[in-house]
């Protein structure tokens, strides 16, 4: 990820951090998933964007990986709902199969890219998940907005 993607996943971050009661991780991947920002040692949104903004895509993309960290950050959350944002087209590269570790997750949300959005629509559509796709900067508001509304999709 990088350019225009690495800019959006930045936002977001920021934007969900800047709308969450407190208590927010982040996980970047690629074969492997790397906690940014754990929950239980929140940083300020300022913080979590820079974070974000100095990660560098590469080599393989392990969905189940991501989605497994997160799922474990997720664990000792206090919130009413526990959401996980996937900023991804989807596509794993890896030989894991994600199914299950997005159905064990409470509520999974994909953001995509526009350009690309195929395989994150069919993967969303086989787990339950919500999924908006976005072109622009833009259109993130309105995506999340519709993604993280009130939860019935």
């Avoid at 920002?37 to 080599?59: Q, S, Y």
């Amino acid at each position: 990820m990088d350019g225009p993607r690495l800019v959006t996943a930045a936002m977001a971050a920021a934007a969900v951090a800047l709308r969450s009661s407190g208590e927010l991780a982040v996980v970047a991947f690629d074969r492997r998933a790397e906690v940014v920002v754990e929950l239980l040692a929140p940083v300020p949104p300022l913080r979590t964007v820079e974070r974000v903004l100095g990660l560098r895509g590469h080599g393989m993309t392990s969905l189940d990986a991501a989605l497994r960290a997160a799922r474990d950050q997720l664990a000792p959350a206090r919130a009413a709902r526990r959401v996980t944002v996937l900023l991804s087209d989807c596509r794993a590269t890896d030989d894991l199969d994600p199914t299950a570790a997005a159905r064990a997750l409470d509520e999974l949300v994909v953001l995509a890219p526009a350009s690309d959005d195929e395989e994150a629509r069919r993967f969303a559509r086989s787990v339950d998940a919500r999924v908006a796709s976005i072109e622009r900067l833009d259109d993130l508001p309105p995506a999340l907005d519709l993604l993280l509304g009130d939860g019935s999709g």
